[in-house]
């Protein structure tokens, strides 16, 4: 939606390094999560996912942890670019039909 | 191919009004979600639908809000008497897969409702 981002946790990166946006789940049943990266004025859109008979899952410059003694998951992305700019949120779901989404981090990156 | 495409784009309605915010999900998409958005914050979950089933309306904020889904495709969200606090972009979402939430969801772009 627009004006995502308010109010929100920023990361700022150089463009070129690597970032890591982390995330505290708080449902230890929780059992697939995912990453959402949304731009202002568009609907988030999906990054990568994972299930929690993994640790690490990797895609296209993007690596999600997993690590479900501390309950925490992170995102990697590497070579960060300006494109990359957006708020990302990181989302849970228990195995019902709802999707929980976290309080999300604005991500800048510095040309 | 066409996304998820959401109408109107933009909503402005006085308080007390009734407004209808249309969901049209990618063709063949078992399921579809609405969500609701405050500023700044996450999406909220407000109901599921499976096919024309609506399986977990448990987000719902209060009577006002109504979702329905009649053929299994376009959906509709139906908001009574809107209130400030119903302010928020609405987002709709669909999966190919049925299940809820267990499965990548496609986003459209919302709906942004302000109540005056």
């Known amino acids: 939606g627009e004006n995502v981002g308010l109010h929100l946790p920023t990361l700022s990166v150089q463009e070129g390094d690597n970032s890591i946006i982390n995330c505290a789940y708080s449902?230890?049943?929780?059992?697939?999560f995912i990453w959402y990266k949304q731009e202002s004025g568009k609907g988030p859109q999906f990054i990568i996912d994972?299930?929690?008979?993994?640790d690490k899952r990797q895609g296209q410059r993007v690596t999600v942890l997993l690590n479900k003694t501390v309950k925490h998951l992170s995102l990697q992305i590497a070579a960060t670019q300006p494109g990359d700019s957006a708020v990302y949120f990181c989302?849970?779901?228990?195995?019902?039909?709802?999707?929980?989404f976290g309080a999300g981090t604005r991500l800048f990156v510095k040309a | 191919g066409a996304g998820v495409s959401q109408s109107p784009r933009y909503k402005v309605a006085k308080r007390g009004q009734d407004v209808a915010l249309r969901c049209d999900p990618i063709?063949?998409?078992?399921?579809l979600f609405w969500y609701q958005q405050a500023l700044g914050q996450g999406p909220e979950f407000l109901t599921y639908?499976?096919?024309?089933?609506?399986?977990?309306k448990s987000g719902l904020p209060s009577d006002r809000f109504f979702a329905e889904r009649p053929e299994g495709s376009v959906s509709t969200l139906k908001i009574q008497r809107t209130q400030q606090e119903d302010s928020a972009v609405y987002l709709c979402?669909?999966?190919?897969?049925?299940?809820?939430?267990?499965?990548?969801?496609?986003f459209g772009p919302g709906t942004r409702l302000t109540v005056t």
């Open positions: 979402a669909s999966s190919l897969e049925g299940g809820g939430g267990r499965y990548e969801q496609y």
């Open positions: 449902n230890s049943a929780s059992d697939y």
């Open positions: 994972i299930r929690s008979n993994m």
């Open positions: 989302a849970e779901n228990t195995g019902g039909f709802k999707t929980i």
């Open positions: 063709s063949g998409h078992v399921s």
């Open positions: 639908f499976q096919n024309e089933a609506q399986l977990d």
